[in-house]
T-cell receptor
Framework: DAGITQSPRYKITETGRQVTLMCHQT?????MFWYRQDLGHGLRLIYY???????DKGEVPDGYVVSRSKTENFPLTLESATRSQTSVYFC?????????FGSGTRLTVV | SQQGEEDPQALSIQEGENATMNCSYK?????LQWYRQNSGRGLVHLIL?????REKHSGRLRVTLDTSKKSSSLLITASRAADTASYFC???????????FGAGTRLTVKP
């Protein structure tokens, strides 16, 4: 199916662990994004990528790492998870008409 | 920092009424977009309006843009219970591919 998919849908991890959130799109859109959504803050941009092997920091990049070895995949890694990274994470890709979002990953760091 | 700020934070209306949500932003933009988010789901793109446009329609949606006031409004006419969702505006002030979102307006449409 065409679209943008995120996995896992839910994740619970312990403080200090490394965790990777996956994002896959089927359109070959050049631009992809990672946002986190927290109550009272709306969506905040973590990282984005203009193309394979090109990534840039967004508004809140600290504690996160991204890679984009292939156009269709844009994984987000929390190198050492902290409780403040408990959030809902959304991946998106961009076309001329706007962004398309995945269904999100709800991450809980305990 | 947030670029778009939606107002009101929450809005409750009866089915059939019109709903108006506003968005203000701080710096010059190329385009402004509105998105809807149902509870527990991702955001869905509703409409994009460019800085040289003043009004745009899509079905029951009407979006206006006033660049002199740095504001936009989203009007949903003849609302339905299915319109219950959070609505976000997003702007590209930082660059064309770095959209910043507001905190959203939570719309409740009562049957």
């Amino acid at each position: 199916d065409a679209g943008i998919t995120q996995s896992p849908r839910y994740k619970i991890t312990e403080t200090g662990r490394q965790v990777t959130l996956m994002c896959h799109q089927t359109w070959s859109h050049s631009y992809m994004f990672w946002y986190r959504q927290d109550l009272g803050h709306g969506l905040r941009l973590i990282y984005y990528s203009a193309a394979a092997d090109i990534t840039d920091k967004g508004e809140v990049p600290d504690g996160y790492v991204v890679s984009r070895s292939k156009t269709e995949n844009f994984p987000l890694t929390l190198e050492s998870a902290t409780r403040s990274q408990t959030s809902v994470y959304f991946c998106a890709s961009a076309s001329m008409d706007g962004y398309t979002f995945g269904s999100g990953t709800r991450l809980t760091v305990v | 920092s947030q670029q778009g700020e939606e107002d009101p934070q929450a809005l409750s209306i009866q089915e059939g009424e019109n709903a108006t949500m506003n968005c203000s932003y701080k710096t010059s933009i190329n385009n402004l977009q509105w998105y809807r988010q149902n509870s527990g789901r991702g955001l869905v793109h509703l409409i994009l309006i460019r800085s040289n446009e003043r009004e745009k329609h899509s079905g029951r949606l009407r979006v206006t843009l006033d660049t002199s006031k740095k504001s936009s409004s989203l009007l949903i006419t003849a609302s339905r219970a299915a319109d219950t969702a959070s609505y976000f505006c997003a702007t590209d002030a930082y660059n064309n591919n770095d959209m910043r979102f507001g905190a959203g307006t939570r719309l409740t449409v009562k049957p």
